[in-house]
Nanobody
Framework: QVQLVESGGGLVQAGGSLRLSCAAS????????MGWFRQAPGKEREFVAF????????YYADSVKGRFTISRDTAKNTVYLQMNSLKPEDTAVYYC?????????????????WGQGTQVTVSS
């Protein structure tokens, strides 16, 4: 059974940084894609970034490109999201997700496994 556990959220001032972690277990993830999504109050869950576990493909939403960096540590089975130059509009619950598909990887529907989420709040 796939388990994804996020950590690292918190309260930060605008312009600050946070690093989110997603510890993955329950499967060999070599063929998987790991994604980060976020959901602000009253809004749809939106794509942030994904990375192929085997290395190579990385893709970001335009809203975070140049500020956020996704990476993974295969030895620790952990995916990270380094968030710099944070803005109040980045405030949301951030979710880690895993997919063994090849399509729809920038869409919520493309992922079958989700973590419980971690709150990120950016004050102005």
């Amino acid at each position: 059974q796939v388990q994804l556990v996020e950590s690292g959220g918190g309260l930060v001032q605008a312009g600050g940084s946070l690093r989110l972690s997603c510890a993955a277990s329950g499967r060999t993830f070599t063929s998987y894609t790991m994604g980060w999504f976020r959901q602000a109050p009253g809004k749809e869950r939106e794509f942030v970034a994904f990375i192929r576990w085997s290395g190579g493909s990385i893709y970001y939403a335009d809203s975070v490109k140049g500020r956020f960096t996704i990476s993974r540590d295969t030895a620790k089975n952990t995916v990270y999201l380094q968030m710099n130059s944070l803005k109040p509009e980045d405030t949301a619950v951030y979710y880690c997700a895993a997919s063994d598909r090849v399509l729809d990887l920038a869409r919520r529907a493309g992922y079958d496994y989700w973590g419980q989420g971690t709150q990120v709040t950016v004050s102005s």
